[in-house]
């Protein structure tokens, strides 16, 4: 295996646990519009995805145009029940050791960037990437791979040299089809889900030897 020269981190649910809230703020949007979600219609079509995919899946018969201001009022109620946010076990402390190896560091995400800000802000990361990929401001989002594949033309690395880590079916499929070596984090989907799409290895944390002996 190649030297790894970069770590590639997707952020809600990899970084940290965060789909118990978007369930809930999700929840509460469709409330107000007098529809419902449950958690099995959450992880089949929501989970993972950006939110212009996420705005035609929800309202198909309203124009795209009025998609923005509804999921931008759901992004709100994220980040008001976010208050206690969490960084998964290990996630700094491994962001930290690839710093001392020379490592790059990248968040490719499908997330909005106030949600970013929110989170990173929450958990310590601020200020911890070389470059941050908004999935979700870009001509296409993840599942494709125009997200990873950018974020390794500015770190200026060949995907065999960079580990990605993503716990949704669209993050893993993006990051492998990108061509890198994929590591899946079971917060959201089990270790069966995931390498069944393609995950190189399952762990349910940063703390697993696996991924340190990656880093060796």
């Known amino acids: 295996m190649p ?13 940290t646990h965060t789909d118990p809230i978007h369930l809930r703020a999700f929840q509460q949007l469709m409330a107000d519009e007098g529809r419902s979600m449950d958690e099995v219609a959450y992880r089949e079509y929501i989970s993972g995805r950006s939110n212009a995919e996420i705005g035609l899946r929800l309202f198909p018969e309203r124009e795209a145009h009025t998609h923005p201001p509804l999921l931008a009022r759901k992004e709100a109620l994220f980040r008001e029940l976010a208050k206690d946010l969490i960084p998964l076990a290990g996630a700094l402390e491994l962001m930290d050791m690839a710093r001392q190896k020379g490592m ?19 958990i310590g ?47 893993i499929q993006a990051a492998k089809a990108a061509g890198t070596t994929t590591i899946g984090i079971a917060t959201t989907r089990s270790e069966d889900e995931l390498t069944a799409l393609g995950a190189d290895l399952v762990v349910a944390d940063f703390t697993d030897a696996r991924v340190l002996a990656l880093l060796a």
């Not at 790059?104 to 929450?122: C, E, I, K, Q, Y």
């Not at 993840?142 to 974020?151: E, G, M, Q, S």
């Not at 500015?154 to 580990?163: D, F, P, T, V």
Request: hydrophobic share 45%.
């Open 3 to 15: 030297r790894i020269k970069a770590l590639l981190f997707d952020l809600d649910g990899t970084l």
């Open 104 to 122: 790059g560091l990248a968040l490719v995400t499908n997330a909005p960037r106030d949600n970013v800000d929110h989170m990173l802000s929450a």
């Open 125 to 171: 990361a601020a200020g911890r990437f070389d470059t941050i990929v908004y999935g979700d401001e870009m001509e296409r989002a993840k599942p494709d791979p125009l997200p990873y594949l950018t974020a390794l033309r500015r770190l200026q690395i060949h995907a065999a040299e960079a580990l990605a880590f993503e716990d949704s079916p669209p993050g």
